[in-house]
């Protein structure tokens, strides 16, 4: 079963590129959505506790253990659900821009599924690079100037988070000649030299490809300058999964109860938390602003996965989930302003919220779950990081996240503010809501933040019974 989420995305990138070349671009955004639909399906299905979730991929060049647990089968579906709020907004690409788009979205999932389910770092450089080059390809998409000095700002510092990882890599196969999880474990405690070395460079290779200050240097210009469809690719997973999930699987079994990486993450996260949310209050560009944000949720993730008690890593779990869904959510009407506008500078919108009703209310539910406003999903998992900071004895840190939540919902409000509130901006008055899928898929994806928060109490039992909390 997991081997089909590496199978179906190559099966229908040669499906969108047989002759006539025409059908990819008509196609696309629609074998994205269905790729995107299966995928959400074997997520779920893999995650329950009674399937088999453990495939011996033989039919790769190279023996590689898949797996899905509990945590991979929620960042798959999470892949599934901005990939195909992506998939939406690609719609009104012309068609061979549609075809370029769907072939490299396919193969971005592809690369991100195998990611989040190796479990060996061997397999996991490889699928980080199938991740990377497809990101890079994406953003400069257009080959636009300021696309291309984003993808090339990505394209440099992912290089050097791939040399760190390479020669991480190297130390602990010299150290212990094995590049599995279930045997390398033992080789992090051992505290030699060699490891200690590793450690460094795995931290910061991962911190690199999260975009976690100070090595977020790339992730504004690159969400800012990348074309719509792949912002919402790029801030919705792609960040997560090639650098937060693999901070959060590492510090959840290779690195548990390791004090000095988890202490280092905790330090990052913190200072991402809060220089991400001051960074963003002086944006004026609406995507600048919602990358910065990014920058400071993810924080909050990364301060969770350095604490590493069973608690923080609910949380940090749950609040990646809650993040991919209210991040693309954004971008995703982002990207209907840009459509409806021409413009996401602020300071020319306005008003918007009289034509565009269900843009305009869909990111105040957006913001409010990334502020942490009860009771929608964003509120919960922020709860569960401060209740496991306090609980471990870190009043500090919990209140630097609790803090900076009353920050985010500072500068989401000016924004709202000026984009949609307020008196219609002179010239705005012919605008009108956005298209059908992207309203459509605002609307699911605003759905999928309120119904989890409502619904928590049976979020929070099922991630019990997985012994999660």
Not at 395 to 400: D, L, N, S
Not at 416 to 423: A, P
Request: aromatic share 10%; charged share 10%.
């Amino acid at each position: 079963m997991p081997l089909l989420l590496l199978i179906i995305p190559v099966v229908f990138i040669f499906i969108l590129n047989l002759p006539p070349r025409r059908i990819g671009g008509a196609i696309g955004p629609w074998a994205v959505g269905l790729v995107s639909l299966a995928q959400a399906v074997i997520a779920a299905t893999c995650g329950l506790p009674y399937w088999s979730t453990i495939t011996r991929a033989l039919v790769l060049p190279v023996p590689v253990l898949l797996e899905v647990d509990f945590m991979s089968a929620v960042i798959l579906f999470a892949i599934a659900l901005a990939a195909a709020a992506a998939a939406a907004v690609s719609a009104n690409y012309s068609p061979q821009r549609r075809q370029n788009f769907a072939s490299l979205a396919l193969m971005l999932m592809a690369g991100m599924n195998g990611v989040v389910m190796v479990r060996d770092l061997f397999s996991l450089y490889i699928f980080l690079e199938i991740t990377a080059v497809t990101s890079f390809i994406l953003i400069s998409m257009n080959k636009k100037l300021e696309e291309l000095e984003g993808a090339f700002k990505y394209f440099v510092l992912s290089g050097i988070a791939t040399v760190f990882l390479i020669a991480a890599n190297m130390l602990i196969f010299m150290s212990c000649g094995s590049l599995r999880f279930a045997e390398v474990g033992a080789a992090f405690s051992s505290g030699s030299l060699i490891v200690q070395i590793a450690l460094v460079l795995y931290v910061a290779a991962f911190c690199v490809k999260a975009g976690v200050v100070p090595f977020h240097g790339w992730l504004p210009g690159s969400y800012t300058s990348a074309p719509d469809a792949v912002s919402v690719l790029l801030a919705g997973i792609v960040t997560k999964v090639a650098g937060v999930y693999v901070i959060l699987r590492l510090m959840g079994g290779l690195f548990a109860g390791l004090a000095a990486p988890g202490q280092a993450f905790m330090i990052l996260g913190a200072a991402s938390i809060v220089i991400g949310a001051f960074a963003a209050i002086g944006q004026k560009n609406m995507k600048q602003m919602l990358a910065w944000s990014s920058i400071s949720q993810v924080g909050y993730i990364i301060l969770a996965a350095g604490l590493g008690t069973k608690l923080a890593l609910a949380g940090a779990l749950l609040h990646f989930f809650n993040h991919a869904v209210f991040k693309a959510l954004l971008f995703v009407n982002a990207a209907s302003v840009q459509e409806q506008c021409g413009s996401v500078e602020m300071e020319s919108l306005g008003g918007l919220s009289e034509k565009m009703k269900v843009t305009g209310w869909t990111s105040v539910i957006g913001f409010l779950s990334t502020a942490g406003v009860p009771p929608l999903s964003g509120f919960w998992s922020k709860l569960l990081i401060i209740m496991a900071l306090i609980t471990a004895g870190r009043p500090v840190y919990a209140g630097i996240a609790l803090l900076m939540s009353v920050v985010t919902l500072g500068y989401f409000l000016i924004m709202q503010h000026k984009v949609f509130f307020g008196k219609l901006k002179a010239g705005l008055e012919g605008i009108r809501e956005s298209r059908l899928s992207l309203s459509l898929t605002s609307a699911v994806l605003a759905a999928v933040t309120v119904i989890i928060g409502v619904l928590f109490p049976a979020v929070i039992a099922i991630m019990h019974s997985y012994g999660l909390v």
